[in-house]
């Protein structure tokens, strides 16, 4: 682990300003929320719609 944090920190100059604050977070532990936490509804409901397109069969060629 500590060569691959070595490598990462070696090239991080190369990256944008945001990427470099998130990798730098993480590295040193300071980032907000646990790898393992599953985010509630009301975080992800942004993401459900319920007005998706319908789904149907697709039609094969020489199909019984």
Avoid: C, F, W
Avoid at 11 to 34: F, N, V
Avoid at 41 to 53: G, L, P, V, Y
């Amino acid at each position: 682990v500590g060569r691959r944090q070595a490598r990462v920190r070696e090239m991080m100059h190369t990256l944008p300003p945001a990427a470099q604050a998130a990798i730098r977070d993480d590295l040193e532990g300071t980032h907000k929320y646990a790898t393992h936490s599953i985010p509630d509804d009301a975080a992800t409901a942004r993401h459900r719609t319920e007005d998706d397109a319908p789904t149907g069969r697709i039609p094969v060629t020489g199909e019984r």
